[in-house]
């Protein structure tokens, strides 16, 4: 008797088949979705490239103490979205999550080398284990765009202009999204003037503690929120009714948050008018606006989706910020970094939803199709073929065994701007018949003769 009969359990595990779904949280590409993600691709890069930035690109794999190192850290993500593994050389090894450690590490790597200030931009795939909804996935694509090497105020407000730009070139109308402005140093200062004002202090880490709370007060409700700050607060109701009430003073006008703010209130206020000198004119300053990481020093900005009644629809497209102490990790002088990261799926979303997406989109057909009669042409199709794709004219040859008029409906359909018919007269003769599909025109020719046609058509 042989295992398998002893064992039914591995009998019905042979016969099992494999789903052809997708992992968890991933997607698939076929070539229509294809041609939307190339399409968000080549209008991130076309508009990143016209501000003068240059691409770069890493590995997927890093180190994962890339992610644990003091500055750099996102608790939660590091705790619990990593795609974390030990290699079998017995390394901890993390699929990236984000870019910015690892352009940060590329910097460090050169920073004697390299005429700052550098622009950098890159379009990396990013794991995160996350609970898969709209909007999050487990991978997406995120056009990152950065600036090292400068200090300038003006660097800040570039980045967002070009944040902003991407959002145009898709066509979209600046009322269908807000920026949404804070300042680490303008939000720190605030929370210790408010506990000045009682008499009280607060110490970095418990603005550190309030900042990753931030990040979430407007997925909390309002009793989950303050148990989270009594926590914070060691149960002081007095300093958390009155951290309370600032977040949540509609009241509040962004003078009053200047003012509360002393210095760090300053950038802030130079950024907000100087974009609205650039006519940027949505942008709005929010001290509930918190970002995840821990890195960023100075500006952070969200850009959020706006719906038709002109609420934001509390999506991000792209968030980002200023981080002036991140290349220190790896030793050296620090270089200063502002930048922002763009997600794929947030985007095609938004292209959807306010139906920006070209029609032609999945339609750029081939130039030319040559359609051979039978099997005796196929060898002689795709040596003309050859002649063609060398010329730069994208060139298929139907190999099917539909007859003509089929191999003509299927070339159609597919967008084919031209076909050539090789049959008996073809294969024998010197000239061949070039057909446009769309003006039904024909022209007879050698070879030659019809790639002066193709060229002079293009
Ligand atoms: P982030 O806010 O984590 O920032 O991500 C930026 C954007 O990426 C989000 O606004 C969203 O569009 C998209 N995104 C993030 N996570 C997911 C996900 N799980 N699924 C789909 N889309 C997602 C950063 O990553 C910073 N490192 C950006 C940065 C660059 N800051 C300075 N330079």
């Not at 870019?99 to 460090?108: E, H, W």
């Not at 550098?118 to 379009?123: A, D, E």
């Not at 009280?200 to 929120?225: C, G, N, P």
Request: glycine share 6%.
């Amino acid at each position: 008797m042989n295992e398998q009969q002893n064992n039914p359990d591995q009998e019905d595990k042979a016969s099992e088949k494999l789903a052809t779904t997708a992992y968890k949280g991933v997607r698939d590409f076929y070539p229509a979705d294809m041609a939307v993600q190339q399409y968000i691709f080549d209008t991130w890069s076309k508009t990143a490239e016209s501000f003068g930035f240059r691409r770069y690109d890493t590995s997927i794999l890093e180190p994962s103490a890339l992610y644990k190192a003091k500055g750099a850290q996102n608790e939660e993500m590091v705790n619990e979205q990593t795609y974390t593994f030990t290699d079998r050389g017995d390394r901890e090894v993390t699929l990236r999550p984000e870019m910015t450690p690892s352009v940060a590490r590329l910097i460090a790597a050169r920073a004697r080398e390299l005429a700052f200030p550098v622009r950098w931009y890159s379009i990396p795939n990013l794991f995160r284990y996350e609970r898969p909804q709209r909007g999050r996935l487990r991978e997406h694509w995120q056009l990152n765009c950065d600036i090292f090497g400068s200090d300038a105020l003006a660097v800040d407000v570039e980045v967002i202009l070009l944040a902003q730009q991407v959002l145009l070139d898709f066509g979209a109308k600046p009322e269908q999204f807000v920026i949404k402005l804070n300042h680490k140093v303008t939000y720190a200062n605030t929370i210790k003037g408010i506990a000045e004002g009682l008499g009280k202090t607060v110490s970095e880490e418990q603005i550190a503690e309030l900042s990753r709370l931030t990040d979430k007060f407007h997925k909390l409700s309002e009793s989950d929120y303050r148990s989270a700050l009594l926590a914070i607060f060691i149960q002081d109701t007095i300093m958390v009714e009155k951290i309370n009430n600032f977040f949540r003073s509609t009241a509040m006008k962004n003078t009053t948050y200047y003012d509360w703010a002393f210095g760090g209130g300053l950038e802030l206020e130079h950024i907000e008018n100087s974009l609205k000198e650039l006519n940027v004119k949505n942008v709005s300053v929010d001290p509930t606006l918190m970002r995840g990481f821990d890195y960023y020093t100075g500006t952070i900005f969200e850009i959020f989706e706006v719906d038709a009644d002109g609420n934001s629809t509390g999506r991000s497209l792209i968030g980002g910020g200023r981080y002036d102490n991140l290349t220190q990790m790896f030793g050296g002088e620090p270089v200063s970094g502002v930048g922002f990261g763009m997600g794929d799926v947030t985007m095609r979303d938004f292209l959807e939803t306010h139906d920006l997406l070209p029609d032609n989109i999945d339609k750029a057909g081939m130039t030319l199709a040559i359609l051979p009669e039978s099997a005796e042409q196929h060898l002689f199709a795709e040596q003309t073929a050859l002649a063609f794709r060398k010329a730069d004219h994208s060139t298929i040859v139907d190999l099917s065994t539909k007859n003509i008029s089929k191999k003509i409906n299927s070339a159609t359909e597919n967008n084919t701007r031209f076909v050539i018919v090789v049959g008996e007269r073809e294969f024998n003769g010197n000239e061949l018949t070039l057909k446009n599909l769309l003006s039904k025109e024909e022209t007879i020719g050698t070879v030659d003769q019809l790639l002066e046609t193709l060229s002079s058509e293009a």
